[in-house]
């Protein structure tokens, strides 16, 4: 059982160039999101979805665009990258909230492993 | 503006004493906080959580306290030990927010053998 898993791990673009980062989970879950990590900032949602064929905006989705064609995967894009970009890239997934004491109440987003983007 | 917030960037404390780290928050929808930890080069893993509905709760060495009134939650990890080293990240969510978390900023605990 993978959990969560991001490709790449490691990017390195220059400004202008676009890439394409992909997650993709083996845990059924209908919610996945997209985060980026700034030092000092904390974790800062780019996009989410809740289920296949849907996304929406989060706090910081200027400059990404996400598709969510299969349930498993969820793409996050960069047209055109900007050094402003530069950031460690977290995708997580879970399943929605139900009642307090349900099988699936807590919760709980799993991450990956982070994608670490240069932009030169 | 900072809905959760985490004020101390940094915690040093010896094994095998209490670490305690503290995390407020000023939405009041909120109803739903946990804690991360994240290693270096490593993605956020789920420690420990609280709904609004409990004060308290524990596993293992690790505890969360919830004081609703004063927006206020605190991790206690008792007793630390070296391998507890990490960022720790208090998030909260609100019911009907499409499970979206809000993280604080993190905490650097390192624990001294």
């Known amino acids: 059982n993978a959990g969560v898993t991001q490709t790449p791990k490691f990017r390195v673009l220059k400004t202008g160039q676009s890439m394409t980062l992909l997650c993709a989970q083996d845990m059924n879950h209908e919610y996945m999101y997209w985060y980026r990590q700034d030092p000092g900032m904390g974790l800062r949602l780019i996009h989410y979805s809740v289920g296949e064929g849907t996304t929406a905006k989060g706090e910081v989705p200027d400059g990404y665009n996400v598709s969510r064609l299969k349930k498993q995967n969820f793409l996050l894009g960069l047209e055109s990258a900007a050094p402003s970009q530069t950031s460690v890239y977290f995708c997580?997934?879970?399943?929605?909230?139900?009642?307090?004491?349900?099988?699936?109440?807590?919760?709980?987003?799993?991450f990956g492993a982070g994608t670490r983007l240069s932009v030169l | 503006d900072q809905q959760v917030k985490q004020n101390s960037p940094s915690l040093s404390v010896q094994e095998g004493r209490i670490s305690i780290l503290n995390c407020d928050y000023t939405?009041?929808?909120?109803?739903?906080f946990l804690w991360y930890k994240k290693y270096p080069a490593e993605g956020p893993t789920f420690l420990i959580s609280i709904s609004s509905i409990k004060d308290k709760n524990e596993d293992g060495r690790f505890t969360v306290f919830l004081n609703k009134s004063a927006k206020h939650l605190s991790l206690h990890i008792v007793p630390s030990q070296p391998g507890d080293s990490a960022v720790y990240f208090c998030?909260?969510?609100?019911?009907?927010?499409?499970?979206?978390?809000?993280f604080g900023k993190g905490t650097k605990l390192t624990v001294n053998p």
């Open positions: 939405n009041s929808m909120f109803d739903y």
């Open positions: 998030a909260a969510s609100a019911q009907g927010g499409s499970e979206k978390l809000v």
């Open positions: 997580a997934s879970s399943y929605p909230r139900m009642y307090e004491g349900g099988p699936r109440a807590k919760n709980i987003q799993y």
